[in-house]
């Protein structure tokens, strides 16, 4: 990590710093459970106790950064019943999401998604990790813009921020991109194409059952010590 990602012009140095912190925890360079003291922050990134607060407040509501007691703030750690728990809210909440855009996205809207389909074989399936990001996000943008409901949309925007560290692994990993780019085949087929609210459902809950399966393995895999993860 060096100072020199800092524009200190483009956008306020909170945020550049914010999103910097945000990306070395996504990326691992900050694994779960490590200690973030400020002093050591304020000289990786070059700025002051005040903007590393600032940024830490953040992540913390995001729930990246976690404050424990007499400690200060960490990485946050999950463990598997903590994940099961979320992937179990995230699994009605797009299912839902899937069953509203069958029976309301307008045909404009529809036709985004499929057209969305043909992007992500380069964007997503043959993709980076930012292509990727860019093109998930683009999908849901989509898919929850079809189903017409901002509160849904909301908490499922909410529920993502959450899972950030866990999203990120379908990115990385070209075998779990290509079973999500499946996934997404089959959501778009029945949920724009079809209009089979019972089918699009069923299929975004196929994706997210799936999802909640492989996060814990990769999760596991990288914490290492999977006494932490009982």
Known sequence: MTTERLTRYA??????VTRLMREDILDGLFEPGVALREGALCEAYGVSRTVVREALRQLESERLVTVVAN???MV????????DALYEVRRA????????FARHASAETAQALVDLRREMETTYLRGTVKTREASNDSFYRLL?????????AEEVTRLH???QVLRRYAFVDDQRARISFAAFGAIIDAAAVSRDAAVARAACESHITEAA??????????????????
């Open 93 to 100: 909440l797009e299912g839902l999401a899937g069953e509203l």
């Open 76 to 83: 946050t750690v999950l463990t598997p019943p903590d994940i």
């Open 11 to 16: 956008a306020p140095l909170r945020q550049q």
């Open 161 to 163: 921020a959450r899972i």
């Open 213 to 230: 399966r492989l996060a814990v393995e990769e999760y596991r895999r990288r914490m290492g010590d999977t006494s932490q993860l009982r």
């Open 71 to 73: 400690r200060g703030p």
């Open 144 to 152: 929850l813009e079809g189903a017409g409901n901002p509160i849904l």
